[in-house]
Structures are given as C-alpha cells and as structure tokens.
C-alpha cells in the first residue's frame, strides 16, 4: 500500500511517501504566509522524487502544528502520536525519543510496543529548540551550521543561563564584549539548550535507548552537549526532519497502530 504522510511544522512543510514500510519519496519547503501553496510544492516535490502521480498514493495522515490546514488528510495526528510511531519502526530498542525542531521540543517516552508511556514539551520561547541556535548564530555572525562545528573544539564550559533568543542574545553580546572566544561561546548556546532539553526529558523518566529526531539533530554541537548532559549516546536517523511524516505515513497505511 503507498501511503503519505505529510508534517506541517512551524518552519517547514514536509512530505514522505512509503510503500510497505520503503521510503519512495521525500519533499521539503519552507513554510510561509500562504500555508495551502507550500503544503501543495511540499508535495509536488514529493512525488516528483518518488517518481509517481499523486493518485497512486492510497492514504494520507497529516501531523505538525499545521496539521488541520491539510484539507485533503484522510486523518490526522499529533507530533508525539506521530512521532513515537515513526521511531518504533526505524528503532523498535528505543524506549526515550527526543524531538527538537524549530519552535518546540518534546520527549516521548514509549513502551516496547512503541505506544507512548508519558510525554512533556517545553516552551515556545524557552532556549531549547532551534530557532534559539538560529538566533545566536546570527549574533556571532556566523553560518548555522559553522555554529555546531566550532562548539565542538571548545575546551571551556561558559555558563549561560537563557531563557529565550532575546535574553540568550544578550548574553552573547556580553560574552563577546569579555572578549570569550568564539568556540566557547558557541558551545554555552548549545549547552544552555541541551540542558534545558534534558531537564524536560527527565520529567517523562529518560530510559535506553533514546532515538534524536527533528532538524537540530543535524547540528553536531547541540548533539554533543545532550550526550555529555545525558551521560549516554543518542540514536539519530538519517533524516531526523522527516520522522514524523514518517509516522503519519506509517499509521496511515496500518504499518503502525
């Protein structure tokens, strides 16, 4: 059965689409101010890399924040439904995942079967979810992605206690003007957020093992500062994005339940 699954997140709209548990096509697009015309690129280019027409897929579930802005979803489910779903397929061992996208972050913690246990999700504005790396990575002026890489030569830990990009900011402007070098800084902001990160997974009882899914599991830096602050290593899937559309795709072809 080809099946979709379509994630509407609050920085990003993507789309998987499987068959009988393989993944045939991926797309991604920014999301914007006209929700309904990403959602339909999202899925042109889906089935553009999946190299079929939309009327081969059978079933669509949609997730995300966004979810109820896909008209045509046959039903739809929440991230942390969507989310433990997708995990317990690639990692059936995993009984912790951690998923931090742009604005939010949530810890799922999921039986041997893959149905969740319990779950918590921290703030919008707390300094656990990528738009704070995003916001600190402009205040050094630097490239996202140089931000994780250069946090992993520093040998100093500098305490950073932000709650939010605007204060996190601050702090950094501060720490620039005591002449902290860079590395260092870098590794506070990614520090600041992995524990934050920790501290709402340990509210749901952290247990191996634990899967890192959602698109800051592609920076290095905050991957290193988890693992030091959890004392243990992380799982990450190779395309961490896109493992909630996994799961809705999943569910909605009865693969998952």
Same mark, same amino acid.
């Given at each position: 059965?080809?099946?979709?699954?379509?994630?509407?997140?609050?920085?990003?709209?993507?789309?998987?689409?499987?068959?009988?548990?393989?993944?045939?096509?991926?797309?991604?697009?920014?999301?914007?101010?006209?929700?309904?015309?990403?959602?339909?690129?999202?899925?042109?280019?889906?089935?553009?890399?999946?190299?079929?027409?939309?009327?081969?897929?059978?079933?669509?579930?949609?997730?995300?924040?966004?979810?109820?802005?896909?008209?045509?979803?046959?039903?739809?489910?929440?991230?942390?439904?969507?989310?433990?779903?997708?995990?317990?397929?690639?990692?059936?061992?995993?009984?912790?995942?951690?998923?931090?996208?742009?604005?939010?972050?949530?810890?799922?913690?999921?039986?041997?079967?893959?149905?969740?246990?319990?779950?918590?999700?921290? =703030?919008?504005?707390?300094? $656990?979810?990528? &738009?704070?790396?995003?916001?600190?990575?402009?205040? #050094? *002026?630097?490239? /996202? @992605?140089?931000?994780?890489?250069?946090?992993?030569?520093?040998?100093?830990?500098?305490?950073?206690?932000?709650?939010?990009?605007?204060?996190?900011?601050?702090?950094?402007?501060?720490?620039?003007?005591?002449?902290?070098?860079?590395?260092?800084?870098?590794?506070?902001?990614?520090?600041?957020?992995?524990?934050?990160?920790?501290?709402?997974?340990?509210?749901?009882?952290?247990?191996? =093992?634990?899967?890192?899914? $959602?698109?800051? &599991?592609?920076?290095?830096?905050?991957?290193?500062? #988890? *693992?030091?602050? /959890? @004392?243990?290593?992380?799982?990450?899937?190779?395309?961490?994005?896109?493992?909630?559309?996994?799961?809705?795709?999943?569910?909605?072809?009865?693969?998952?339940?």
């Amino acid at each position: 059965m080809i099946s979709a699954g379509i994630d509407v997140g609050a920085k990003n709209v993507k789309v998987l689409i499987q068959e009988d548990g393989k993944v045939l096509g991926k797309g991604s697009v920014l999301a914007g101010l006209d929700m309904g015309a990403d959602i339909k690129e999202a899925f042109d280019a889906a089935f553009k890399d999946a190299g079929i027409a939309r009327d081969k897929v059978e079933k669509l579930y949609a997730t995300g924040a966004g979810r109820n802005e896909v008209k045509d979803a046959d039903d739809s489910y929440t991230e942390v439904g969507a989310d433990a779903a997708g995990v317990a397929y690639l990692y059936p061992e995993a009984r912790t995942v951690i998923d931090v996208g742009a604005e939010e972050g949530r810890a799922i913690r999921v039986d041997e079967r893959g149905k969740v246990v319990d779950f918590a999700i921290n =703030e919008r504005c707390a300094a $656990g979810a990528g &738009a704070f790396t995003e916001a600190m990575a402009r205040a #050094l *002026e630097m490239p /996202l @992605e140089e931000l994780g890489k250069i946090s992993l030569t520093s040998t100093k830990a500098v305490p950073m206690n932000a709650q939010c990009a605007v204060f996190g900011e601050s702090e950094v402007v501060s720490l620039i003007h005591q002449k902290t070098e860079k590395r260092d800084i870098a590794r506070a902001v990614h520090d600041a957020m992995a524990t934050r990160i920790t501290s709402m997974a340990r509210r749901v009882g952290v247990q191996p =093992e634990v899967a890192l899914i $959602g698109g800051v &599991a592609k920076n290095v830096g905050f991957v290193e500062s #988890l *693992e030091r602050d /959890l @004392e243990l290593e992380v799982m990450i899937p190779d395309d961490p994005e896109f493992v909630s559309a996994l799961g809705a795709a999943l569910l909605a072809a009865g693969i998952a339940k």
